[in-house]
């Protein structure tokens, strides 16, 4: 993810923790009234969530073209689940919207687990690109020239065949998307 644009990079990151901004509208909402205590602040996470996962969608179904590339050495990645976790045990602390100390704390927390995800290029779990049909593998990527190295795939496929030509698009450094 590196070689992603940081602000693209951190958009599809929090594509990964929409479910966190729902767990944090359900915390604030009030059973007895059947309303939200912090309305505004809350369709404000909702809404930045929302925008998230619509402009990952929109862009990971965009890709066209791409390198034929030989994969190898493939397997199916489940990711670093814990990675992805952190985040939502904070989300099962009682974390209150009106209290700004609890929302910046958690905030910075999502912050951190990106900036070291971003950093150390880890693949974190993202159950939005699952529901679209995405999975990750890792492989062994031989591209036109002799040039190898090893890479994440995402793509719709579910399995791949080794020593393959597939066509792909590099999205970040050693990272692909499959295109048709």
């Not at 992603?4 to 951190?10: G, I, M, S, T, V």
């Not at 179904?61 to 190898?72: A, I, M, N, Q």
């Not at 719709?156 to 080794?162: G, I, T, W």
Request: charged content about 15%.
């Amino acid at each position: 993810m590196q070689d992603l644009r940081a602000h693209y990079a951190f958009i599809v990151f929090l594509s990964g923790y929409s479910p966190l901004g729902i767990l944090i509208a359900l915390q604030d909402f009030d059973f007895k009234t059947l309303e939200p205590s912090n309305g505004g602040l809350v369709i404000a996470i909702l809404a930045l969530f929302l925008v998230c996962t619509r402009f990952t969608a929109h862009h990971f179904k965009s890709y066209e073209g791409g390198l034929p590339v030989r994969v190898s050495d493939i397997e199916r990645r489940s990711s670093d689940l814990l990675n992805y976790a952190i985040p939502y045990v904070a989300g099962f602390v009682d974390i209150s919207v009106s209290e700004w100390g609890q929302m910046l704390s958690t905030l910075f927390l999502i912050w951190i687990v990106f900036y070291v995800t971003y950093k150390t290029q880890t693949v974190v779990v993202n159950p939005f690109l699952a529901e679209l049909g995405f999975s990750m593998h890792s492989a062994v990527v031989s591209y036109p020239g002799g040039r190898v190295e090893n890479g994440i795939i995402i793509s719709k496929r579910q399995k791949f065949d080794a020593n393959t030509d597939y066509k792909f698009v590099e999205i970040g450094k050693g990272y692909f998307i499959e295109t048709k």
